[in-house]
């Protein structure tokens, strides 16, 4: 049975040391921690044993984790787990994007979304590039800190400027993008919050790297 969260008033000393650690070292806000917990113990196990029978794709052999009071005994305690190769070559053949697509591609997420890291945008945009198709990709990000719904106006101007893309081959840029999506405020509300210039860090910079 599921017990909710403590709030931070009943919660001890050492428990809420434990959890500032936690949260310090894989770099995400508290709200979001319940969920990438339940994500981590149902969602991995189905994949292991309902699709992979038995394989675990998922391995922390060599991360060193940091951003704790002392990385050196946080790191000799955390439990070790090496990937399956036939599991991990397995899931990645499932689920592992190529790039391969021909079509235009316009795609937004929040800056600041606690769910799908922004950074994980750079290992697609890499990955369009490595297939040759970096020209049918256009990234936009917004000021945003939440994963599931961007502002009206937001949708409404990234699907204008698909629409026009797709009709007439006029690859869109960010910051028209933003500028539209100004315009449409006054028929879908206020909410635009377009970063043009924002281009995401690679995803080693915030998630620990793993030993291939």
Same mark, same amino acid.
């Given at each position: 049975m599921h017990r909710p969260a403590l709030e931070a008033g009943p919660r001890s000393a050492e428990q809420q040391r434990k959890?500032?650690?936690l949260l310090a070292v894989v770099r995400i806000p508290e709200r979001s921690l319940i969920g990438h917990l339940t994500g981590a113990t149902w969602h991995f196990q189905d994949i292991v044993f309902k699709?992979?029978?038995g394989g675990n794709p998922f391995g922390n052999t060599?991360?060193?984790?940091?951003?704790s009071d002392d990385d050196a005994a946080l790191n000799a305690k955390v439990l070790r787990y090496r990937a399956d190769a036939q599991g991990a070559a397995r899931f990645a053949a499932d689920t592992d994007p190529t790039g391969r697509i021909e079509l235009p591609v316009l795609t937004v997420l929040a800056i600041g979304d606690p769910v799908a890291f922004v950074e994980l945008d750079s290992v697609f945009r890499d990955t369009m590039?490595?297939?040759?198709?970096?020209?049918h990709l256009v990234q936009t990000f917004t000021d945003e800190h939440e994963h599931s719904y961007p502002a009206d106006?937001?949708?409404? %101007?990234l699907m @204008?400027?698909?629409l026009a893309w797709v009709a007439d081959a006029s690859r869109p840029t960010p910051q028209p993008v933003a500028e539209r999506?100004?315009?449409l405020e006054a028929a879908f509300g206020s909410g635009c919050r377009f970063v043009p210039g924002h281009r995401p860090a %690679?995803?080693? @910079?915030?998630?620990?790297?793993?030993?291939?």
């Open positions: 959890l500032d650690t699709r992979l029978a060599g991360a060193q984790y940091v951003g590039a490595a297939a040759g198709n970096a020209a106006p937001e949708y409404a %101007a @204008q400027a698909l999506c100004k315009a %690679a995803l080693d @910079q915030r998630v620990t790297p793993r030993a291939p």
